[in-house]
């Protein structure tokens, strides 16, 4: 990650997030300053990488497919941003392993367990967020994004940031243990989504 290039680019989305919508972070404070977390969020739009990682200070690890990386401009961006490269075809087991370097390189990541933008509102969350707290001991702080659905200018962007909840460290959660996470992960995901409102 070029850290001042992530730095100058937060500031500047942060910036414009902030003068087109009128973004607003409720309880930045709850993602821990330092060491291994995960951001577990709802995902509606483009937008939300964007605006879950303005929303407090320090930088966001994601995972983004491969071929973004191929792209002229937008390849050496995301790298710079310090974006890991994801092979869809390698399966899931690549994902987790780069999530988990960076989670013991003590960093941030920002992780969608829905999977993909939830439009209908019924796309269930999957257990990677909750697999990588076993895994990694590391917390997982549930967060959620309203006004990005339909975005306009003024109308409010908001994300709010929950308490972080500690998963039960294992180096080979079962499925039941990851099935009982995920659901409390997504009840406090849909939470938060109720307190601030519609998207």
């Known amino acids: 990650m070029n850290l001042p290039f992530y730095t100058f680019?937060?500031?500047?989305?942060?910036?414009?997030?902030?003068?087109?919508?009128?973004f607003r972070a409720i309880h930045p404070e709850n993602v821990p300053a330092t060491g291994p977390v995960i951001v577990a969020c709802n995902h509606v739009s483009y937008l939300d990488p964007v605006v879950l990682g303005i929303g407090f200070l320090r930088p966001v690890t994601y995972l983004a497919k491969k071929e973004l990386f191929a792209i002229p401009v937008l390849g050496p961006i995301i790298r710079g941003l310090g974006v890991y490269p994801l092979?869809?075809?390698?399966?899931?087991?690549?994902?987790?392993?780069?999530?988990?370097?960076?989670?013991?390189?003590?960093?941030?990541?920002?992780?969608?367990?829905?999977?993909?933008?939830?439009?209908?509102?019924?796309v269930e969350g999957k257990g990677g967020a909750a697999l990588l707290g076993a895994l990694s001991g590391a917390p997982v702080v549930p967060a959620a994004i309203s006004g990005t659905r339909h975005a306009r200018p003024f109308h409010g962007i908001r994300v709010v940031y929950g308490e972080p909840i500690q998963v039960e460290r294992k180096r080979k959660a079962d499925g039941d243990d990851l099935e009982k996470w995920t659901?409390?992960?997504?009840?406090?995901?849909r939470a938060l989504e109720e307190s601030i409102g519609d998207n």
């Open 9 to 22: 680019s937060r500031g500047l989305c942060r910036l414009l997030v902030r003068a087109v919508y009128g």
């Open 87 to 122: 092979d869809r075809e390698a399966g899931g087991v690549a994902a987790v392993r780069a999530a988990l370097r960076a989670l013991k390189d003590g960093r941030c990541v920002g992780i969608f367990p829905e999977g993909t933008r939830n439009l209908t509102g019924d």
């Open 183 to 189: 659901a409390e992960i997504m009840r406090r995901i």
